[in-house]
């Protein structure tokens, strides 16, 4: 026996080692710790890990950013002067255009909260540095410089100015977080397709390209449209952007749906800084509510200064009618039509014309409606007159009368009766 | 150019390297594959962490150190992802075994046959790095043949400013 474990000693281990990292594979299937993503013992091996680790990227970090920042600032200081003038006169339009924004924001407040929907507004967010990476292309995360010491726990949100990024998976330390990004395999995000609001759930595929999936086939996505956070994940804000459809095609492996593979908005490959979401409420923050303030104030400005102005430019008189109704052009008469028939406006009688029972009344041709200026009527041809036909026997002779004045008569600026012009009769 | 020539098995098998080599070299290997991709991205096609284990499996001709050096380097990495812990720990405990038994049949001394281990072995720790996935995690993984072609090249390619670095440290004992 003993001679057996002598000579098959290195096999023996192999299976041995081999045994009891399956058994930890299996034993971290579904333990978790509560507020963790890893079993308990698990999570120590990681913590004892990135120990280690994260003073050293934090250090080779720490230097490169100082090289970088102290280069690019000698040479952006050239240019600030320049920059400043331009951003401040931008600031200025946008706060014009926030305050028209607000109005509609308000609105769609009212009507959330008869939907009793809330809006979450980002209260705190906290910019972080990114110190590492996993090292694999297979586990798509990353490690941040901001842990429990800066507010930080799982499951925030982790934003650029661009779009999403992911959520914080793991607090490792008080000054080191890993960062699940959205296009790693496990992840998932609710996303609505702004256009044709179409919601699914987003999630990184093999080639750490981001698709959403188990969407309907529908010939109205089309690359190029755009893709926000649909809030319903209760971790990203919703209408944040997250990208922009790349391509649409067939899901071989769940039959009729599509794949939509998207184009992040963020480039998640090269993420230097995130800002990570610590803080959503309920009510517009202290900074978003005093800039639309400001911007409300700055608009009322303006559209004071635009009313004096109105006032002390000429400006055309609308014309008034004799009983003093404003003439809107758009109340205007169509131009006659140069071939009337009985489906021109005002060959039909109208319906209060009509009386329930009676017989269909006959629809008489527009009559020709006299041209308002002498150019006009030189230009415009009169319509040929049709003779009536014989009258039969469905077809009873229409009233001499109102023929005679419509023959005889000129027409009327204005629309006659069409029920006192009947049409001549095409018997078929 | 010296090289390094053995006579007898018991020369090869007793060539040593200084502890401190033993464990910075495969902790330096993890740094860096943690820390470059962050400013090259495609540098996480490579596997460095392999490449120093497959070294010193080579070198030091016994399975059980290359087994329990693949299992401890595969860990380590492990707890820097968000995969369960064992999933690189076992293909590296495999393949750091298999180059120590390799080693011991055939002349690794020959730079030439170092790198085609090399190339051999990345591809069986991608192959093995799959089926842990598919069968053991049930984690739906495309084998994408050609990144999985391409890795063991890279791997390759650097694996030989690695190895002439590494062998400078050698002892004879």
């Known amino acids: 026996m003993e001679s057996f474990f002598v000579r098959y000693r290195n096999p023996l281990l192999l299976v041995a080692l081999v045994l009891l990292q399956v058994i930890l594979l299996a034993s971290q299937i579904r333990r978790t710790v509560p507020g963790s993503n890893d079993g308990g013992k698990v999570r120590l091996v990681r913590l ?9 990227e934090s250090m080779f970090h720490g230097i490169g950013h100082g090289i970088r920042y102290s280069w690019s600032n000698y040479f952006a200081l050239r240019g600030v002067k320049k920059d400043n003038d331009q951003l401040k006169a931008e600031v200025e339009r946008l706060r014009l255009e926030q305050a028209a924004l607000a109005e509609d924001a308000r609105q769609g407040n009212r009507l959330q909260a008869l939907l009793d929907f809330k809006q979450h507004y980002l209260a705190n967010t906290v910019a ?16 941040v410089d901001k842990g429990s010491h800066d507010g930080i726990k799982p499951d925030m949100p982790v934003i650029t100015r661009d779009g999403i990024v992911g959520k914080v998976r793991e607090v490792l330390g008080p000054h080191t977080s890993q960062l699940l990004l959205i296009n790693d395999q496990t992840s998932g995000a609710g996303v609505l397709l702004e256009k044709t609001r179409i919601r699914g759930v987003l999630r990184g595929n093999t080639y750490g390209q981001l698709e959403i999936v188990n969407v309907m086939p529908d010939d109205r996505i089309q690359p190029g449209e755009s893709i926000i956070a649909s809030g319903g994940d209760q971790i990203f804000p919703r209408g944040f952007p997250v990208g922009k459809v790349e391509k649409v095609q067939h899901d071989p492996t769940h039959d009729p749906y599509i794949q939509v593979l998207v184009t992040p908005s963020a480039d998640l490959s090269r993420l230097e800084e995130v800002l990570i979401v610590t803080g959503q409420s309920q009510t517009r923050p202290g900074d978003l509510a005093a800039d639309i303030a400001t911007s409300e104030a700055l608009a009322e400005q303006q559209k004071k200064a635009a009313e004096v102005m109105a006032e002390r430019l000429p400006t055309v008189k609308p014309e008034v009618t004799p009983t003093g109704e404003a003439l809107s052009p758009a109340l205007k008469q169509p131009p006659p039509p140069l071939h009337p028939d009985r489906f021109s406006t005002g060959a039909t009688p109208p319906a209060n014309a009509m009386q329930p029972g009676a017989a269909t009344p006959v629809a008489a041709p527009a009559p020709k409606v006299k041209a308002e200026t002498p150019a006009e009527d030189a230009t415009t041809a009169p319509p040929p007159v049709k003779k009536p036909k014989p009258p039969t026997e469905d077809q009873p002779a229409p009233a001499k009368k109102p023929a005679a004045k419509t023959e005889d008569q000129p027409p009327a600026a204005t629309t006659p009766s069409p029920a006192a012009t009947p049409a001549p009769q095409e018997t078929q | 150019m010296a090289t390094l020539s053995y006579t007898t098995r018991r020369q090869a098998v007793e060539q040593t390297f200084p502890l401190a080599v033993m464990v910075i ?9 943690a820390y470059l991709p962050k400013i090259f991205p495609k540098f996480a096609i490579l596997d460095l962490p392999l490449v120093v284990t ?3 499996a080579l070198a030091r001709r016994s399975p059980v150190y290359g087994a329990i050096l693949g299992a401890s380097v595969g860990i380590w990495q492990d707890a820097l992802t968000n995969l369960p812990l064992g999933v690189n720990g076992v293909c590296k405990t495999i393949v750091g075994y298999m180059a120590a038994s390799v080693s011991m049949r055939l002349d690794v001394d020959n730079q030439g046959t170092r790198l085609l281990l090399v190339i051999i072995l990345s591809f069986i720790n991608s192959v093995l790095h799959l089926c842990v996935m598919r069968w053991l995690l049930n984690v739906h993984q495309d084998w994408r043949w050609g990144m999985e072609a391409l890795r063991p090249l890279l791997n390759t390619a650097i694996a030989l400013p690695i190895f002439a670095l590494l062998d400078m440290f050698r002892q004879r004992s």
Do not use: C, K, M, N
């Open chain 2, 25 to 33: 070299a495969p902790l330096l290997a993890i740094f860096i594959q």
């Open chain 1, 128 to 143: 972080a540095q990114v110190i590492g990476t996993s090292g694999t292309d297979t586990s798509r995360v990353l490690y």
């Open chain 1, 48 to 56: 004892w890990v990135e120990g280690t680790e994260s003073p050293f």
């Open chain 2, 54 to 56: 497959l070294y010193f």
